[in-house]
Each structure stands twice: as C-alpha cells, then as structure tokens.
C-alpha cells in the first residue's frame, strides 16, 4: 500500500509556471506507475500526465503537451509536475494517483487503472 500527499498547488496568473510535488510513502515506489489527475468545478476527473515504472515513458492529454513535464525520483519517493505557461482553463484541483495492478497499458490515461489517490491540490489561474 502507499500514501500520496500533493503539495505546490496555489494561486498563479496566466503565463506563470508552478511544480506540484506527490510524496509517496513507502518502500515499493519505484513498482508503481504514477499519474496526474485533475478536475475542475462542474467536470469529471480527467488524466493530465502520467510517467512508468521505469520513468523512461511519459504521455500527456493533449492540452498540456509543451507545456507540463512530469517526473519521478524513486529515492526520494517523489513524483513531480512542472506546469509552464499556465492557463485560466488549467485551474482545477490536481491529485496524484498510483497504480499497481496489471494493466495493458505501460501509462493508462483511465483512473480506473490507478489504486492509491492523494488528497488533491488546488491550482488556481484566473482569467
């Protein structure tokens, strides 16, 4: 089993850069594909950005491409989002996520294909 806890969230204009942190508790970290989620008021939860066991393999939904970049340090038991050229419509409250269980897919996009959630981070770009 393994904890997540986000942090870096906060208010930022548009154009700005933040880099939210997950800090995973631990000891089998590095076997756990890890993910970013997020979901803004009134959406569904959608994936944003998500990394392989390996760290070699990352893929993200379209809008972010360019422009966040997602890592992970098994060391330090971290996973990190860097999000640059922040847009009013990236304001949502962004979760880790991990993901243990089999899957066909080296970095899943679906939530369904992740076990162990954070409690979330607000970021917030205003218009």
């Known amino acids: 089993q393994v904890q997540l806890v986000e942090s870096g969230g906060g208010l930022v204009q548009a154009g700005g850069s933040l880099r939210l942190s997950c800090a995973a508790s631990g000891r089998t970290f590095s076997r756990y594909r890890m993910g970013w989620f997020r979901q803004a008021p009134g959406k569904e939860r959608e994936f944003v950005a998500g990394?392989?066991?390996?760290?070699?393999?990352?893929y993200y939904t379209d809008s972010v491409k360019g422009r966040f970049t997602i890592s992970r340090e098994d060391a330090k038991t971290a996973m990190y989002l860097q999000m640059n050229s922040l847009k009013p419509e990236d304001t949502a409250v962004y979760y880790c996520a991990a993901g243990g269980t089999p899957s066909t897919r080296v970095v899943p996009t679906s939530d369904s294909e992740y076990d162990y959630w954070g409690q979330g981070t607000q970021v917030t770009v205003p218009s």
């Open positions: 990394i392989s066991t390996s760290g070699t393999i990352a």
